[in-house]
């Protein structure tokens, strides 16, 4: 698939069949994900693979964000303590959320390509999902991936075009 191709037609999935996804296959969308570029080339994210079905019911109880039944879910998470120790507090307040935002999107064009259904997930307890995964409190969970084969075909929402983008320099359309 062309790239434009994969970076339209990728959606948020909420419903997912009953099927597993191979181990190899969730390897291989963490690696997608590693390849993506990191502020510094810090590298300080941790990636937690869940696919135990009990475990994945015990983050959805403590994740509203999280719709449908998915069969796996890749966690995106920062070791806080070594993005602060690399690049202060601009490491820990913004470049590791931009770090992890761009793995993320790697992971999901990746898992598109793969013929899986996938949607990112802020709404979540940060606290409880760090308990469920036995993560130590330096490492801060910052965007689920919930996966799963897709049990849907949504349309795409709309997008604005004309309206966000300018050519040198910005124009305002009402005066402000
Ligand atoms: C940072 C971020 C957080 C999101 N959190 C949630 C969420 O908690 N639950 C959910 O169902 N969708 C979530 N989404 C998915 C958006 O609702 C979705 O991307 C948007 O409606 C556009 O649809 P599309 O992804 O199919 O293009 C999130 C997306 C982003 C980028």
Not at 53 to 68: D, F, T
Not at 109 to 115: K, P
Not at 130 to 143: A, D, G
Request: glycine share 8%; charged share 25%; net charge positive.
């Amino acid at each position: 698939m062309r790239v434009f191709e994969v970076i339209k037609g990728r959606r948020s999935i909420r419903k997912f069949e009953d099927r597993s996804i191979e181990k190899e296959i969730l390897q291989k969308l963490v690696e997608a994900g590693i390849w993506a570029p990191t502020g510094g080339n810090a590298q300080t994210w941790v990636f937690i693979i869940v696919t135990d079905r009990g475990r994945i019911q015990k983050i959805k109880a403590v994740s509203p964000g999280i719709l449908g039944t998915p069969n796996a879910l890749i966690v995106v998470c920062q070791d806080k303590e070594l993005v602060y120790k690399k690049g202060g507090e601009l490491g820990r307040d913004t470049l590791s959320i931009m770090d992890a935002a761009m793995a993320s999107q790697n992971i999901m064009l990746q898992a598109y390509d793969e013929g899986l259904g996938f949607c990112p997930v802020l709404s979540f307890h940060k606290r409880g999902v760090q308990i469920l995964l036995n993560l130590p409190e330096r490492i801060v969970p910052e965007l689920l991936i919930s996966l799963g084969y897709p049990a849907e075909s949504p349309k795409p929402p709309k997008r604005k075009f004309k309206e966000v983008y300018f050519f040198e320099e910005y124009k305002s359309t009402n005066g402000k």
